[in-house]
């Protein structure tokens, strides 16, 4: 895990290194595996281990991005993996690069023993989770594309449906798919994410929705307020009405309640000007459900009830990003068996958002299963205990044989 901590794979640095350093592990087991890479260093790794056997293939789903160190003091280097009293230091070591190093080792350990498998066995280290999940969704629409290439005909050069934006991406921008890598998808048992959960079986998450509101106003000098339109004042007509914005949307028995958050504020040049423009930044927090357009156009209705009561209110809100919540059933087959592999009684619920609802889209139930305490995710000194390691190891190959052998 060392290798892969010094890799320092932020949004900034990109995932290459760090696909490499997975890529070179897996070789030393003879696992062959694809790096898909695109601009700016960005890349996803997958292996795919095929088998002839009849069983529904198991899927490991990991991100190999890390936050930034921030600008709090480390013990250790952030990007050291330095091991020290049982713990290996290091930005990402909890988040999640313990929980795939766990995993390739896990793979590695089946493949080295000549174990046969009756099912397929698919990894993949996705980019860019911890900002937009890009890679993730690259994955998934390459799937989708190949489904849509194996069923009908296509004209050279004329892109499918499936081409177009993921659902889970807010952003115009879109990401061509070019990873061929994996084949096929066959039928899946289900989806394991690594997610920190301290070896808790999660089945449901709560989504998220960033939204950004902008009032519009009109510029002129301060000494002549009359002459423009505030958007600063507008803006706080808009936080007097989200004291009491209700969220449509009910309790849900393991996630509780929705919530929303106002994070960021932005407004004015100068002191002696009237401000032109204001903007807010949303966080809400979701639940499965629950229409995010919905959400959105309640605020869009308290636009104009304030603009029908004041003519120059301008505001416009749009979305910045958006994960769908996610939820398995408890009861399915595959939660059953994951559960009697790790000797889990219950399963619980997170606040945190994954890339589980993109793979989730595939039509395979999810679970997110790891090593690591949550509270450590992106602070200083973040830490992995070797023990646990060792232990996630064990679970791991647990649940492959559990699906494969």
């Not at 307020?225 to 004042?233: D, F, M």
């Not at 509780?256 to 949303?282: F, H, L, Q, R, Y």
């Amino acid at each position: 895990m060392k290798e892969l901590i010094q890799a320092e794979s932020t949004p900034e640095k990109g995932e290459l290194a760090a696909a490499q350093v997975i890529s070179a592990s897996f070789h030393q087991s003879g696992i062959e595996s694809h790096v898909d890479t695109w601009p700016q260093n960005r890349a996803n790794i997958v292996a795919h281990l095929k088998s002839s056997g009849r069983k529904a293939g198991l899927l490991f789903a990991c991100h190999i991005d890390v936050v930034g160190p921030g600008e709090a003091a480390w013990t250790y280097p952030a990007f050291g993996g330095v091991e020290a009293d049982g713990r290996v230091y290091g930005r990402g070591s909890t988040d999640m690069k313990g929980g795939t190093t766990a995993v390739v080792t896990a793979i590695r350990r089946i493949v080295d023993s000549g174990t046969p498998l009756h099912g397929d066995l698919i990894f993949v280290g996705a980019a860019g989770e911890e900002t937009d999940s890009c890679g993730a969704e690259r994955f998934v629409d390459s799937i989708r594309r190949q489904k849509t290439d194996d069923r009908k005909p296509r004209d050279e050069g004329r892109e499918t449906k499936d081409e177009r934006r993921s659902a889970h991406r807010p952003s115009s921008v879109v990401h061509r798919p070019s990873c061929d890598c994996c084949g096929q998808l066959p039928e899946l048992a289900g989806v394991v994410i690594p997610e920190p959960t301290d070896f808790a079986v999660v089945t449901a998450h709560r989504g998220l929705l960033w939204l950004e509101v902008t009032t519009m106003g009109r510029a002129a000098h301060s000494s002549t307020p009359h002459l423009g339109v505030n958007a600063i004042a507008s803006m706080r007509r808009i936080l007097n009405e989200l004291d009491s914005f209700e969220i449509s949307a009910g309790p849900h028995e393991l996630l509780g309640g929705c919530s929303m958050s106002i994070n960021t504020i932005e407004g004015g040049k100068a002191m002696n000007v009237v401000p032109d423009k204001c903007t807010i930044g949303i966080d809400f927090r979701t639940l499965p459900g629950q229409d995010h357009r919905r959400t959105v156009a309640d605020l869009e209705r308290i636009f104009a009830k304030l603009k029908s009561e004041d003519p120059h209110f301008e505001a416009a809100v749009s979305v910045i990003r958006q994960v769908w919540p996610l939820e398995t059933d408890r009861h399915c087959d595959f939660v059953k068996t994951l559960c009697t592999a790790v000797g889990a009684e219950e399963t619980h619920a997170i606040g945190y958002t994954t890339d589980g609802p993109c793979f989730a889209s595939l039509g395979a139930p999810v679970v997110i299963f790891g090593p690591g305490k949550p509270a450590l995710c992106h602070k200083p000194d973040e830490y992995i205990d070797v023990a646990d390691m060792e232990k996630a190891v064990e679970f791991y190959t647990k649940m492959i044989l559990s699906f494969l052998a």
